[in-house]
């Protein structure tokens, strides 16, 4: 899941009981990060198969600029691959 916090920062997570999960972040208990960043919209949630695969993505989103993980959210694939080239690709 994704979270846009109140201060336009956004908050990359797994869990396996997102109700629970959002309780938490919303009572300031769910996270050091989110509870001083409230309050806090569910950006994009995803169903996964495994908790593998759901941890596999919350990594390699974390490592994404915050322009590539909107464009993630809104499914812009042309802008994601655009994003990959890194900024010195992309002024050409």
């Known amino acids: 899941y994704m ?3 109140a201060d ?6 797994h869990s396996d ?12 208990t769910g996270n050091a ?3 001083t960043r409230r309050p806090l919209r569910l950006l994009h949630a995803e169903a996964f198969e495994t908790r593998y695969e759901a941890l596999t ?3 390699k989103l974390k490592g994404w600029s915050h ?18 080239q890194g900024p010195r690709r992309r002024k050409r």
């Not at 336009?8 to 997570?13: A, P, R, T």
């Not at 997102?18 to 919303?26: G, N, S, V, Y």
């Not at 322009?67 to 990959?84: F, N, P, S, T």
């Open 3 to 5: 979270l846009e916090c």
């Open 8 to 13: 336009g920062s956004l908050y990359v997570g």
């Open 17 to 28: 009981n997102l109700e629970l999960r959002m309780q938490q972040h919303d009572s300031g």
């Open 33 to 35: 990060y989110t509870a």
């Open 57 to 59: 993505m919350e990594r």
């Open 67 to 84: 322009a590539k993980k909107l464009a993630w959210v809104r499914g812009d694939w042309d802008a994601i691959k655009q994003l990959a």
